[in-house]
């Protein structure tokens, strides 16, 4: 792998589409873009689901409500993975599209996905948690959010 914070996959695009995995020795960071806090999240559980699966072709069969609050939009963002994570390791789902809105500190989403077929999805890693390394939500001059951290695999 590529040295550390080296960006080793990536989905170009807009603002609102885009986001990155990077390396970082032995885990991976995700990196998600955003013309909104919002969309950024999005953008980074897109990574983090591709550092899993192969995004093409996943269903979104199951929805999923998820709530998180926090006193901050970095730690927000950790618990927003976490809480991802959490949902498809309990559920056995594979998330396939994300809807954000951040409010006051809080964050209510929607994950859609569908169930985990090892044979078709054959998962890469499994991530154990999202975690404060290399953790960053920030604005930047023009307008474009950028939200990051390290995933343990």
């Given at each position: ?5 080296e ?7 807009g603002?609102?589409?885009?986001w ?21 999240f ?13 995004p ?13 609050e926090?006193?901050?939009?970095e ?5 927003w993975l976490n809480?991802?994570?959490f ?11 994300f809807?954000v ?5 809080r964050?209510e ?6 169930r ?11 991530v154990?948690g ?6 960053r ?10 939200v ?6």
């Amino acid at each position: 792998m590529p040295g550390t914070g080296e960006t080793v996959r990536a989905q170009p695009g807009g603002a609102d589409g885009r986001w990155e995995l990077f390396a970082h020795d032995a885990d991976i960071g995700v990196r998600g873009y955003g013309l909104t806090v919002a969309a950024a999240f999005e953008n980074a559980a897109r990574a983090m689901i591709t550092a899993i699966v192969d995004p093409a072709g996943l269903v979104p069969e199951q929805s999923v409500r998820i709530v998180c609050e926090a006193p901050d939009l970095e730690l927000l963002l950790v618990d927003w993975l976490n809480a991802l994570v959490f949902e498809m390791a309990t559920r056995g789902l594979i998330f396939a599209s994300f809807d954000v809105r951040i409010t006051d500190g809080r964050l209510e989403a929607e994950a859609c996905g569908e169930r985990v077929d090892p044979e078709r999805h054959a998962p890469a890693v499994e991530v154990k948690g999202a975690t404060y390394t290399a953790l960053r939500v920030a604005q930047g001059e023009d307008g474009i959010w950028t939200v990051q951290c390290v995933i343990d695999v």
